[in-house]
């Protein structure tokens, strides 16, 4: 099979309520995850749940450039940040975004948590990146939004009880 290797996206922070910290705290302790190996989870299975809503994204933000969209899917896979052409149109409308229901979260000093770089596959790369031109705000920002996101959908059916079958010696 014919692959392209990962890309490892590199940003400094994100931001994290107290209790999504807490969440992600713990599942570095109880459930063995690695850190960067979790901002890669939180964004897989993001982009798993909303691939459809990001393909159409992508055709209607390259036809707004007036670049193809494998341009634009390039631009978005790379590893660094880059400069998005200008839209030559009008700025599109994308529809509902999958983050519409999370909450801005706060961007105080309090908030911020270090990251640096993690793993991503090419197409959550992308769907990262797209992400932010539809939310128009920052990568880190957009991750933030992700994070919770993954938290609110996965804590209660996933970690949560995990963690307790565990702390409870259960299956």
């Known amino acids: 099979m014919d692959y392209r290797e990962h890309v490892f996206l590199k940003l400094a922070y994100v931001y994290m309520t107290d209790a999504d ?3 992600y705290e713990t599942a570095i ?8 190996y979790l901002f890669s989870q939180f964004l897989s299975s993001f982009a798993g749940k909303n691939i459809d809503y990001y393909r159409a994204a992508l055709k209607t933000a390259a036809a707004a450039m007036d670049i193809h969209p494998k341009e634009l899917y ?21 529809g509902e975004s ?3 229901s999370v909450v801005a979260i706060e961007t105080g000093m309090e908030q911020r948590r270090r ?3 993690f ?3 090419g197409r959550n790369a992308v769907v990262l990146r797209l992400a932010a031109i539809v939310e128009r705000q920052s990568t880190p920002l957009t991750l933030s939004r992700i994070v919770n996101w993954h938290f609110a959908n996965y804590w209660n059916r996933s970690y949560g009880p995990q963690i307790t079958n565990d702390f ?3 299956l």
């Open 21 to 23: 910290y807490e969440r």
């Open 29 to 36: 302790a109880a459930c063995g995850w690695q850190s960067t």
């Open 74 to 94: 390039n631009l978005c896979r790379s590893a660094e940040e880059v400069e998005f052409p200008q839209y030559v149109k009008e700025t599109p409308e994308y």
């Open 98 to 100: 999958p983050l519409n």
């Open 115 to 117: 990251i640096g770089r």
């Open 119 to 121: 793993k991503a596959s």
């Open 168 to 170: 409870n010696a259960e």
